[in-house]
């Protein structure tokens, strides 16, 4: 069974930090793809940052570059998102996602996910 679990989510003032963490049971790591995404209140879910364990490419949108980093332990088959510089506008619900090999922005294209975990910027 394929089961992801996000942690570190929180509530910080604007201009902190947060490393939220994504780990990862029941897929096979090394050829895993593994993406964040977020969902606001009242809005679709849209991808963040992606991973790709098979050829060590990382992905951002274009509003966190810069400000978020991805990155993975392998011993631990865990992804983080290190979130620095948090904006009000950041606030929602993370989730990470898990597909073979290669990342994707699409919601679509993950079949398997976590169950979220709540990031709130305050102004």
């Known amino acids: 069974e394929v089961q992801l679990v996000e942690s570190g989510g929180g509530l910080v003032q604007a201009g902190g930090s947060l490393r939220l963490s994504c780990a990862v049971s029941g897929f096979a790591f090394d050829d895993a793809a593994i993406g964040w995404f977020r969902q606001a209140p009242g809005k679709e879910r849209q991808g963040v940052s992606c991973i790709s364990r098979s050829d060590g490419r990382t992905y951002y949108a274009d509003p966190e570059k810069g400000r978020f980093t991805i990155s993975s332990d392998n011993a631990k088959n865990t992804v983080y998102l290190q979130l620095n510089s948090l904006k009000p506008e950041d606030t929602a619900v993370y989730y990470c996602?898990?597909?073979?090999?290669?990342?994707?922005?699409?919601?679509?294209?993950?079949?398997?996910w976590g169950q979220g975990t709540q990031v709130t910027a305050s102004s």
């Open positions: 996602a898990v597909r073979w090999y290669y990342c994707s922005g699409s919601v679509d294209m993950y079949k398997y």
